[in-house]
């Protein structure tokens, strides 16, 4: 496994994708679980499986198809990771950052972000879809991050700054798109915890009480490669469940899937209406 990925091996994987197609992605697209249909709405895909790229961390929970699928959306040329992997399966942080290099390497000036996550705000509800303001880096703040290693100067500065992890044009944008739609849009921080356990009633009293808004085990570490190379950012959670915050219930993958669906129309319009917009 690679501990750190040099400037030559991003641009091995960035090569062999554009050996493959001949469109040049702006846009880059991150599907979280149970959102993987999302990409069935990208005209002229060219399919391109993980397992074909070198070095690509394949997804190997089920709800995340593991294929890149580049083509259009509204007129916008994107790269669409339909599944992710996570740093739960046995990655990296290293390899699980690659993707948002290969993507910058390839030209993606926005990566758009989605995850399905848990809802420790109790206004939210399952279904619900939540712009991410803001995020609690927990997995890097315990010294997880793929920016570990030497720096990339030719991408990023060795300190680069989180002030504005998520673009406020892309929010505008995004709430924009909800007015106009009558779509409700919760907004909130995103705390990223390593998982795959589901949190105790105790780890949920804290993420609430340091101001978590909604919960999940990704996002963050390609959020942190993104802003390190100057990508702006458009996060959503998808809210899959209601944190459990007193024992009394319990939290499922097969739940977290199953809301998929409901969530998936209303993502695929917010993100329809943000790519017109640009
Ligand atoms: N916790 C953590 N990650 C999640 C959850 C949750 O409740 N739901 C979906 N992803």
Redesign the pocket.
Known sequence: MNEFFSLDQIDEVATTISAQTTQSPSVGLILG?GLGTLADSVEQPALIPYDELPFWPVSTVIGHQGRLVLGKLEGQPVMVMQGRAHYYEGYNMAQIGLPVRVMQRLGVEILIVTN???AVNPDFNPGDVMLITDHLNLIGMAGLTPLRGPNLDELGTRFPDMGQAYDWGLNDLAREVAHENNLLLREGVYAS?S?PS??TPADLRFLKAIGTDA???STVPEVTVARHGGTRVLGLSGI??K?NLDGSTI?THEE?LEAGEMIVPKLLTIIRGVLNRL
Request: avoid cysteine; hydrophobic fraction near 50%.
């Open positions: 679980s399905a996550a848990g915890l998982g589901f949190e919960v999940g085990m899959s469940n944190a939290t977290v």
